[in-house]
């Protein structure tokens, strides 16, 4: 194990909302963080405003000073809606509503390409209610699509992630996604390792080898079976070198990116615990025995 590539590191900014965004990402530089997951949000880089290009500008210059990479998250609760957590959505009834959903997700592009961002992460949102599946996937298909050709123009993966309680939840119905859409050259996945832990019927370590051939973005925390709750590593379940082991072995060259966005209220304690963590874990991973199909378990 000892030849795999290094993985890189990142801290989301979902985890950091009482910072600043330039203290946010200073204080990931000092603890020796590659990079950052940047949620576009109203406290950080605001992807509403009419200066979101000069300010995507300047922030470029940032993080290239502080020598971080850089994920763009479209996450973020209230961005659209101050009353809909995560609304409106890509599935919504109402056309005018989708749009604009996936207008964010336009912006998000143009910020991630004017950023050099690894790619662009998004979900698929709740189906509502009274709406059935068929219409519910061809709402997601349709309301993607252009976004995807905007993604290809930029050169910028669109990461979308299972998220449990969403219309597109596991892995399984990520690929039912990309057969609809005609396998996409610039569909790709967001892998959160909690969320394999919390209902994939694969162990964790396995869902990374299963996803590696669309696997453009990587989320990681803790977690329990069964449970959708995002905890600070080595409260939940997760065995952490398998699963570093197996995601250094597909060759993945993205950042890794703790996810903790309800422990905003302690981010500094957390970033200062977690890098450690992943690090003791990845050298852990580097002493696995090889299997001899050249994964780990």
Known sequence: MSGLPALRFGYGTNGLADLRLDDALVLLADLGYDGVGLTLDHMHLDPLTPDLAARTRRLAHRLDALGLQVTVETGARYVLDPRRKHGPSLLDADPEDRARRAEL?????????????HAVHCFSGITPP????????KRLAESLTPVLDAAGAAGVPLAVEPEPGHLLATLADFHHLRRTLG?????????????????????????????????KHVQIED???????????????????????????????????????????????????????????????????????????
Request: charged content about 15%.
């Open 130 to 137: 009274g709406t059935g599946q068929d219409t519910a996937w």
């Open 183 to 215: 396998d996409p050259e610039h569909l790709g996945l967001t892998l959160d390792i909690g969320h394999c832990q919390c209902l994939e019927p694969l162990p964790p370590a396995d869902c990374v080898r299963a996803a590696a051939p669309w696997l």
């Open 223 to 297: 977690m329990r079976r069964g449970v959708h709750e995002h905890l600070p590593f080595g409260d939940g379940e997760i065995d952490f070198p398998p699963v570093l082991a197996a995601l250094a072995a597909t060759g993945y060259q993205g950042l890794t990116v703790v996810e903790l966005p309800r422990h905003s209220h302690a981010g500094p304690h957390f970033t200062e615990l977690s890098l450690p963590f992943l690090h003791e874990a990845a050298t852990a991973a580097a002493a696995l025995p090889a299997t001899p199909e050249g994964s780990t378990r």
């Open 105 to 117: 997700l336009l912006r998000a592009v143009d910020v991630a390409a004017d950023l050099g961002a």
